[in-house]
C-alpha cells in the first residue's frame, strides 16, 4: 500500500473560502515534508515544506500542520482563488543513500468555484 | 526566478528505439533527479544524481535507463529499447543542498509517447 495518502482524491469549494487538503505518511522516520501544486501540463510546483521539529509553519496564504503523533499532514489555503485550482500533492521525504527521496501521494483535486 | 528546463515537451517514438530526455537543472543546484508520472497516477522516483554520479535509483530504473551529465549545464536520461509501458510524463528536478532537506524545484516535463 501505499505510504502516503490523501483522504480526499477531489475538493470543491467556493472562491474565498478556505480550503483544508489531508494527507496521512506511514513512515514515522520521515523528518521533512513538502506540499507540491500541479497545475495541468505542468510540473509540480513547491508550495510550502515543513520539517518534523515543528508541527506548524505558515507562508503567504498557505498554512501547513503536522501531527507526528497520528502521521497526518495538512495544508490550509486560505482565501482560495479561482487560480489555486490543481492538484496537491504531499510528498514525506527519507534520507536514502546520499539523497531526500520523495515518495509522493496521488494528489488531490482542488476546484474553486467562482 | 531561476527555473529547471525540459526539452522536448513532448516526444513520440517508435518501440524498441531510444529515446534521450533533455534537462537543464537550476544553474547553482547540485542535485539532480529524474521522475516519472503514468497518466492518472503518483509521480514516481527514478534516480538521483550528484557529483556525477547516481546515488540512489528505484526499482524502476533498470539497465534500460542510464543519466548523464554530459557538459555543466545539462542533464539527461536515456531510455534503450522503449516500450510501451515507458509511456508517460517524465520530470526532472534539482535541488540546493541535502543536509537539511531542500525542495527540488521540477521542470515541466516532457511527454513520452511510445507507439
Known amino acids: 500500500g501505499e505510504s502516503v495518502g490523501l483522504h480526499l482524491p477531489t475538493l470543491s469549494v467556493q472562491e474565498g473560502d478556505n480550503s483544508i487538503i489531508n494527507c496521512a505518511y506511514s513512515?514515522?522516520?520521515?523528518?521533512?515534508f513538502i506540499w507540491y501544486k500541479q497545475e495541468s501540463g505542468k510540473g509540480p510546483q513547491f508550495i510550502i515544506d515543513?520539517?518534523?521539529?515543528?508541527d506548524k509553519r505558515q507562508g503567504q496564504r498557505v498554512t501547513v500542520l503536522l501531527n507526528k503523533t497520528v502521521k497526518h499532514l495538512s495544508l490550509q489555503i486560505a482565501a482560495t482563488q479561482p487560480g489555486d485550482s490543481a492538484v496537491y500533492f504531499c510528498?514525506?521525504?527519507?534520507?536514502?543513500?546520499?539523497?531526500?527521496?520523495?515518495?509522493f501521494g496521488r494528489g488531490t483535486s482542488l476546484i474553486v468555484h467562482p | 526566478e531561476p527555473e529547471v528546463t525540459q526539452t522536448p515537451s513532448h516526444q513520440v517514438t517508435q518501440m524498441g528505439q531510444e529515446v534521450i530526455l533533455r534537462c537543464v537543472p537550476i544553474?547553482?543546484?547540485?542535485?539532480f533527479y529524474w521522475y516519472r508520472q503514468i497518466l492518472g497516477q503518483k509521480v514516481e522516483f527514478l534516480v538521483s544524481?550528484?557529483?556525477?554520479?547516481?546515488?540512489?535509483k528505484s526499482e524502476i530504473f533498470d539497465d534500460q535507463f542510464s543519466v548523464e551529465r554530459p557538459d555543466g549545464s545539462n542533464f539527461t536520461l536515456k531510455i534503450r529499447s522503449t516500450k510501451l509501458e515507458d509511456s508517460a510524463m517524465y520530470f526532472c528536478?534539482?535541488?540546493?543542498?541535502?543536509?537539511?532537506?531542500?525542495?527540488?524545484?521540477f521542470g515541466d516535463g516532457t511527454r513520452l509517447s511510445i507507439l
Open positions: 528536478a534539482s535541488s540546493a543542498a541535502l543536509q537539511t532537506g531542500q525542495p527540488q524545484h
Open positions: 513512515n514515522s522516520a520521515s523528518d521533512y
Open positions: 515543513i520539517r518534523s521539529n515543528m
Open positions: 510528498a514525506e521525504n527519507n534520507r536514502r543513500g546520499g539523497s531526500y527521496i520523495p515518495t
Open positions: 544553474s547553482n543546484h547540485l542535485y
Open positions: 544524481f550528484y557529483n556525477n554520479e547516481i546515488s540512489e
